[in-house]
């Protein structure tokens, strides 16, 4: 019972839709289901279809509300009146937000809008604090200075009518806000839902006066007004979180899981995400086989983007970057590399670190059939000799079997072979000025 109520309230956990699988974040625990959100739920359209009935309903509400009013003449009622016509007003900067999100990009605003529905959120986090305020001072005041209600059954009908139209407008809010993944949304949803709660105070107030006991409307507000600041305060944290590019756990752990599907991708160094609006953009930084091809590397580029897709509905951007070499584990130490550009081969020459120690590497972007390569190194009067091998059967990555003597600083030449014709390119390598051999 409790942990519904609390649900209710929005402390129970607020679905998080990542992708396909739903996390539900609640107190001290973790679900895990599955389920695919139709991504073309997450639309500006249906965000401003959801604001104009919401705020119909209300509106409605409020009419009724006041016709009430004039026939019992009721303050307290006429308080809450005004407070629902006020509600109905958070529908505005929602919809002026939800209408400028779907403005193309532009040269100056190179990411479009998405950003105005935070400034949204966070005018209606103010708004339910504005409204906490007023319900405050409504309570105290009356508690100081009791007012005589009149026509009790209208008032408790009045208070019936106020509930359900803020009701029915959260359960809309909430259950569309969270489709969209718009917290602006659904912030306004639990606002509405504390509405409803300060439009029974009405009803419970009226209830207690007929019994005698004038001091329970003003009682009622203050546990009202407490409870509307819990509201602020779920949700000042959902909208402030994702002005500040924060976004939930899970959305991090689903990149790094869907990279784990990819054939190519060898591990994730770095994943961002933030949200803009409703929608997310993503960042990662990934290391593959050094001696693929580009084109290879754009494949797997566009096979991490298609399984993204997979797994977070929700996303719009995804820009995939390659670990440069430093991070994959590139030779501090060794000389800059040698470019070669012959006839028979396109690539690099250089020296690195393997698991089994340093090796001479040539990476070729393009080579002539059954290219065979060698490296000759002059030392003093002898020449050390690095045939280069392709590793396993990638001919686009040849390496020497043993290191290459001490220092790696010396003149030498690249023989290339490949259906009888023969080029040597000459070469020289020297270490970097900060490393020595004492």
Do not use: C
């Not at 959100?37 to 409020?62: H, M, Q």
């Amino acid at each position: 019972m409790l942990r519904t109520l609390l649900y209710w309230f929005g402390f129970g956990g607020q679905a998080v839709v990542v992708g396909n699988h739903r996390h539900s974040q609640g107190a001290g625990e973790h679900g895990h289901t599955h389920g695919i959100v139709d991504p073309g739920i997450a639309s500006s359209e249906r965000g401003i279809w959801a604001v104009k009935w919401s705020f119909g309903v209300l509106l409605v509400t409020a009419l009724l509300q006041f016709a009430v009013v004039i026939v019992s003449g009721s303050v307290a009622l006429l308080a809450d009146t005004i407070h629902n016509m006020g509600d109905a007003t958070t529908a505005i900067p929602l919809w002026i937000a939800f209408a400028l999100a779907r403005r193309k990009p532009s040269k100056t605003f190179t990411y479009g809008l998405g950003r105005v529905e935070d400034l949204a959120g966070m005018v209606v986090v103010l708004i339910i604090l504005v409204s906490a305020g007023v319900a405050f001072y409504e309570a105290v005041n009356r508690l100081f200075h009791p007012h005589l209600v009149q026509n009790l059954g209208w008032l408790a009908v009045a208070g019936v009518i106020g509930f359900l139209g803020n009701e029915i407008v959260a359960v809309f809010r909430i259950r569309v806000g969270r489709q969209m993944n718009s917290a602006a949304l659904v912030a306004d949803g639990y606002h509405a839902r504390t509405d409803g709660l300060t439009s029974l105070a009405v009803v419970a107030g009226a209830a207690g006066v007929a019994l005698g006991f004038p001091l329970a409307d003003p009682i009622i507000g203050l546990l009202i007004t407490v409870a509307i600041l819990g509201i602020v305060w779920q949700s000042a944290r959902a909208v402030l979180r994702r002005a500040l590019d924060g976004v939930e756990p899970e959305v991090i752990d689903e990149v790094r899981h869907a990279a784990e599907h990819v054939k190519g991708i060898e591990r994730v160094v770095d994943a961002k995400a933030r949200w803009i609006g409703h929608r997310l953009q993503v960042e990662a930084v990934v290391v593959v086989d050094d001696s693929i091809l580009l084109g290879a590397a754009n494949e797997i580029a566009a096979s991490f983007r298609a399984e993204l897709l997979e797994h977070i509905p929700a996303l719009d951007g995804v820009t995939v970057s390659f670990a440069l070499p430093d991070v994959a584990g590139a030779h501090h130490h060794a000389p800059k590399p040698v470019q070669v550009a012959t006839v028979l081969a396109d690539g690099l020459l250089e020296i690195v670190d393997t698991p089994e120690g340093e090796r001479m590497r040539l990476r070729v972007s393009r080579h002539a059939e059954g290219l065979r390569a060698r490296v000759e190194i002059a030392r003093g009067d002898n020449t050390e000799t690095l045939d280069l091998l392709p590793v396993g059967q990638n001919h686009h990555r040849l390496e020497s079997q043993k290191a290459p003597a001490e220092p790696h600083e010396f003149t030498a030449r690249l023989r290339l072979e490949a259906a009888g014709a023969v080029e040597e390119l000459p070469f020289s390598m020297a270490e970097p000025a900060s490393h020595s051999h004492g």
